[in-house]
């Protein structure tokens, strides 16, 4: 890796990994507060509110930083760039805000409460000002880790502070929405003012260009996050909020592993290699070597370690209340690993050389063909099956999209 990818990397896995010291005081505090079951509704509240806010990112991490990284010495397209994603958000916003609140009270249970739908609502609201690409795109990963780190600071204080009881587990919503917001906003500011980034007017063609030039990076990572959401949807049908609650906290252990280690080098590489296969076919390729084997390496004993330790990990971050999850986890153990190599050859892959279109048709084909499965082996199966089709899911992913992108490597001789 070079110099530049690998103090990038430093720097945001270290801040991740402090980030992630703060979730070893917050998951156990609240998992142990507010009981298996409600932590079982905070995390399915969090995770709709996920899927709807990532309509207003609109897979922009990708493709706008992409196109920064590219032009980052013409600051006339840096500031048009800026200026019409943050304008695109705002046309989205007016759509994605009122259907998400017409969509919520519709359906609104005990597993939504109006309360936690406003939360929700601030939670998607956040993405307006997510201006994380930015930095991304001109390689100043620290910020983005900085950024990081306060929410997580944010949202553990405001839940020590008002989460006391089992009653008080909307809060836990409030937070992560409140801590999102506040950052997401100071980063915007600071970003305008560091940047010097000058207003221009809002230009409803320049505005749809964007977004066009978005659609299928955005069909894909909506497909991935489309797919957490409703299968959760289905297990919530399904399965007691206990059983909930046992599947969420098994999946949050590979959210953990996922957001530390494999973000953290994503994040680096992904505008490093955008700018050196414009410039330079065997750097890229080199690079990305290296990217694939350390990170697989770092994955595999990851997945050993989650194996062989299990029980004492549940015991760590949930407590003795939550015994059963640590079976789960035998199911969970190389998620991260899949989920890595599926990263490589296609965020890393085929995002790189611009094949967004097959990577949203490899997600889209598959992500439907296991929801389907869902249907089929939830019922009978129960949590098991879910996880079961989980990895089948995350395994065909890693593979398909390691075909495709050899073939198209070779192919069109990039």
């Not at 990038?8 to 917050?26: E, K, R």
Request: aromatic letters at 16%; hydrophobic letters at 55%.
């Amino acid at each position: 890796m070079s110099l530049t990818v690998f103090k990038n990397t430093f720097h945001y896995g270290a801040l991740q990994l402090l980030s992630y010291i703060m979730p070893l005081i917050l998951v156990p505090y609240v998992s142990r507060t507010v009981g298996i079951e409600r932590y079982g509704i905070t995390e399915f509240s969090l995770e709709i509110a996920l899927f709807f806010g990532a309509v207003l990112l609109f897979g922009y991490d990708f493709t706008m930083s992409r196109k920064l990284s590219q032009n980052r010495d013409d600051l006339q397209i840096v500031n048009k760039l800026f200026w019409n994603v943050f304008y695109s958000r705002l046309v989205m916003s007016s759509i994605v805000l009122p259907a998400f609140l017409s969509i919520g009270l519709f359906f609104l249970s005990e597993l939504f409460t109006f309360e936690i739908l406003l939360y929700c609502t601030l939670f998607v609201s956040s993405r307006i000002f997510s201006s994380w690409w930015f930095y991304q795109g001109l390689e100043k990963i620290k910020w983005i880790a900085w950024g990081n780190f306060t929410s997580k600071l944010i949202l553990l204080s405001i839940v020590l502070l008002t989460v006391t009881d089992q009653e008080d587990y909307p809060l836990v919503v409030f937070g992560y929405a409140a801590s999102q917001l506040i950052v997401n906003f100071l980063a915007w500011l600071i970003l305008i003012r560091m940047e010097k980034l000058r207003a221009i007017g809002l230009v409803i063609r320049d505005v749809f260009k964007v977004i066009s030039s978005s659609v299928y990076v955005f069909l894909n990572e909506f497909s991935v996050i489309g797919f957490a959401a409703i299968n959760l949807l289905i297990v919530k049908e399904y399965l007691t909020p206990k059983e909930l609650g046992i599947y969420v906290s098994a999946m949050k252990i590979v959210v953990i592993s996922h957001n530390l280690i494999i973000q953290s080098l994503s994040k680096s590489l992904f505008p490093n290699l955008a700018f050196a296969l414009k410039h330079n076919r065997e750097t890229f390729l080199s690079q990305w070597k290296k990217f694939r084997f350390y990170l697989g390496g770092i994955l595999l004993a990851l997945g050993m370690g989650i194996l062989l330790l299990r029980n004492q990990i549940v015991l760590l971050l949930f407590g003795p209340d939550y015994e059963e999850v640590g079976s789960y986890l035998v199911y969970t153990a190389f998620l991260p690993f899949f989920k890595g190599m599926t990263n490589i050859h296609g965020w890393q892959g085929l995002y790189v050389i611009e094949k967004e279109k097959t990577m949203a048709g490899i997600t889209l084909i598959i992500g439907i063909v296991a929801l389907a499965l869902v249907f089929w082996v939830i019922p009978e199966y129960g949590v098991t099956g879910v996880l079961a089709v989980r990895n089948l899911h995350e395994f065909v992913l890693m593979i398909t999209t390691a075909l495709f992108f050899n073939k198209l490597w070779k192919k069109e001789g990039f």
